[in-house]
C-alpha cells in the first residue's frame, strides 16, 4: 500500500509570483502587478485601496519577481533532479492576451508557454496549469470592473480557447481558477475588484456576482477543454482549510458550519453542477441579487469538474462565542486561535491532521479524485556561514503533511492524484509580498526590496524531497 504508483509528486509556482519580466514581450498590465510590499498591501489585495497603476513611493515585487521568465530552463533542470514528475505553473492572461479584448493573440506570449511545456516534456515532468492564477488584464478591470461584468465571461473563453487549442497534446492537466474562494476575502488580488467606493451590501453582491461569472466561466472552460481533446482534465482549485468548532458547543458546531460553506459553495456548483440550497437562500434572505441568463443552469450542469484540487496550508477555527477573540494572523482568512496548534513566523498555524481531515472530507463530499496542489511552509531561510541553508523545519513540516496525506489513502481510502509542494523555488509572497518568506527547496538570492543576485541554492530539504520522491513516499 502506500502511494499509488503514478502519483505525480512535484512543486508548484505561479507567474505572477515567479516570472517577474511584466512587460517584455508585449505583455499587457494585471492586477497582481499593481499589489505593493508593504502595509499597503492588504487594502489594495481586499479591494479597499485604489492601485489601478504603479505610484512613486511603492515596491511592486511582481514587476521582477524572481525573472522565471528567464531563467525557466536553469530551474527545470533542478527540479528534474528532484525527480518531479509533476510542475503546476500558471500561465499569465496578459502574455496571451495584453489587453484582455484583442482578436489576436500574443505570439509571443503563446511561444513564451509552448516552450515552457516543451522543457517539461524533455524531462517527463507533466504540466498541471492553472489558467488563471489570480491575474486579470487591467484593461478589462477599468473598462468593465473585471468579474463583475458578464462581458468577462466572453474573453475568457477566448483566452481559454486559445490555449487549449495551441497546447494540446503538451498539457492534460488544468485547474481554471486558483483559489475561486480568495474572491470572497481578496476580491483585488483574487479576482480585479477594486469595491472601496461601495457599500458593505453593495460589495457583498458585487463579490456575489463576479463569482457567478467565474463559476459560468468555469464551467465552459470544463466544456472546451474536453471538447478540443477528450484526454484533458480539468480541476477546480479551492484555498482548503477546514474550520474546527472552538468548543463542543453545539453553536459552535454550528458557526463552524455554516463558515465551511462560505467556500464549499464554490466546490458545490463545479464539482455538483448546481447552486447549493443554502446559497440560494441566503440570496433570497440576505437581499443578494444575483442575475442568472438563463442557459447559465444548464452549463452549470453540465460541466463539471473532473477532479477537486486545493491548497491546504492551516485549519481555521469557528465560535459562536464573542469573548474569543485572539485571532491569527498574516492571512486573508481570519480565524480565532487553536490553542491546540503551534505557529510559524507568520502566525499560520501547524495542522498536519487538518490535512487528512480535509482529504476526507473533501472525497465524503465529491467522491471525486482529489490533488493536492499547494502545501508547504513560509519560512525566513538564512545560510549559514557556508552558505548551507538547514531548513529542518521545512522539511518536519512537509513530512508530517504528506505522512497525513499517505494516511488519508492507506486508511480512508481517498484517491489523491498527486502533491504539488508551493513555491518550490523560493519566489515572492503573494500575502505578504515579501521575498524572505521562502517556502522553496531551491534558495533565491533576492530580499524584499529586490536586491541580490538572484543565484539558485539547493536547500537541505531538496535532497530530502529528492529520496522522497525516489522512494514514492516510502521514506517518510
Ligand atoms: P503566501 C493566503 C493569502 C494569500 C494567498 O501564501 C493565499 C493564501 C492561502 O490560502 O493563497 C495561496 O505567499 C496562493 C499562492 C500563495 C500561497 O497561498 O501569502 O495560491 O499564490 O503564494 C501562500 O505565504
Redesign the pocket.
Same mark, same amino acid.
Given at each position: 500500500m502506500g502511494f499509488p504508483k503514478n502519483f505525480l509528486w512535484g512543486g508548484a509556482t505561479?507567474a505572477n509570483?515567479y516570472e517577474g519580466a511584466y512587460n517584455v514581450d508585449g505583455r499587457g498590465l494585471a492586477n497582481v502587478d499593481l499589489l505593493p510590499a508593504g502595509e499597503d498591501r492588504r487594502a489594495v489585495v481586499c479591494g479597499e485601496k485604489k492601485m489601478f497603476d504603479f505610484q512613486d513611493g511603492y515596491f511592486y515585487p511582481a514587476m521582477n519577481a524572481i525573472d522565471g521568465y528567464h531563467r525557466y530552463k536553469e530551474d527545470m533542470a533542478l527540479f528534474a533532479e528532484m525527480g518531479f514528475k509533476t510542475y503546476r505553473m500558471s500561465i499569465s492572461w496578459t502574455r496571451i492576451f495584453p489587453n484582455g479584448d484583442e482578436e489576436m493573440p500574443n505570439e509571443k506570449g503563446l511561444k513564451y508557454y509552448e516552450d515552457v511545456f516543451k522543457e517539461c516534456k524533455k524531462y517527463n515532468i507533466e504540466p498541471l496549469v492553472t489558467i488563471s492564477?489570480?491575474d486579470v488584464p487591467m484593461y478589462l478591470v477599468e473598462k468593465y470592473g473585471s468579474w463583475r461584468s458578464r462581458e468577462m465571461i466572453g474573453f475568457f473563453e477566448k483566452y481559454c480557447r486559445t490555449i487549449l487549442t495551441r497546447y494540446k497534446g503538451l498539457v492534460k492537466y488544468w485547474l481554471v481558477f486558483?483559489?475561486i474562494n480568495?474572491i470572497l476575502h481578496?476580491p483585488f488580488?483574487g479576482a480585479g475588484l477594486y469595491i472601496g467606493d461601495l457599500d458593505e451590501k453593495e460589495a457583498e453582491r458585487v463579490k456575489y456576482q463576479a463569482a457567478h461569472h467565474e463559476l459560468v466561466a468555469n464551467a465552459l472552460a470544463v466544456k472546451i477543454a474536453h471538447e478540443i481533446d477528450s484526454e484533458n482534465q480539468v480541476g477546480c482549485m479551492l484555498?482548503g !482549510?477546514k474550520h474546527y468548532p472552538y468548543s463542543c458547543d453545539p453553536n459552535d458546531v454550528l458557526v463552524s458550519q455554516l463558515r465551511d460553506r462560505e467556500d464549499y459553495f464554490f466546490s458545490d456548483v463545479q464539482a455538483r453542477g448546481e447552486y447549493p440550497s443554502y446559497m440560494l437562500r441566503k440570496f433570497e434572505r440576505e437581499g443578494i441579487q444575483v442575475d442568472f441568463e438563463e442557459e447559465d443552469i444548464e452549463i452549470l450542469k453540465e460541466n463539471t469538474v473532473d477532479f477537486i484540487s486545493f491548497?491546504y496550508?492551516m485549519s481555521r477555527v469557528g465560535t459562536a462565542n464573542p469573548e474569543i477573540a485572539e485571532q491569527t494572523t498574516g492571512?486573508?482568512?481570519d480565524s480565532v486561535k487553536n490553542p491546540y496548534l503551534p505557529s510559524s513566523e507568520?502566525g499560520?498555524q501547524i495542522d498536519p491532521v487538518g490535512m487528512r481531515v480535509i482529504l476526507v472530507e473533501l472525497y465524503d463530499r465529491y467522491q471525486k479524485p482529489l490533488f493536492v496542489v499547494?502545501n !508547504?511552509l513560509?519560512v525566513n531561510d538564512i545560510p549559514d556561514s557556508e552558505g548551507n541553508i538547514n531548513d529542518d523545519e521545512r522539511i518536519n513540516y512537509l513530512t508530517d503533511h504528506m505522512k497525513a496525506m499517505k494516511d488519508a489513502i492507506d486508511l480512508d481510502g481517498v484517491p489523491v492524484m498527486g502533491y504539488t509542494m508551493?513555491?518550490c523555488i523560493d519566489?515572492?509572497?503573494?500575502?505578504?509580498g515579501e521575498m524572505k518568506?521562502r517556502?522553496g527547496f531551491i534558495y533565491v538570492d533576492r530580499d524584499n526590496l529586490g536586491n541580490g543576485t538572484l543565484k539558485r541554492t539547493k536547500k537541505k530539504s531538496f535532497d530530502w524531497y529528492k529520496k522522497v520522491i525516489a522512494s514514492n513516499g516510502e521514506i517518510l
Open positions: 505561479a509570483q492564477h489570480f486558483n483559489e480568495m481578496a488580488m484555498a !482549510g491548497s496550508y492571512n486573508v482568512f507568520w499560520w499547494e !508547504g513560509g508551493w513555491g519566489i515572492v509572497s503573494a500575502g505578504s518568506k517556502y
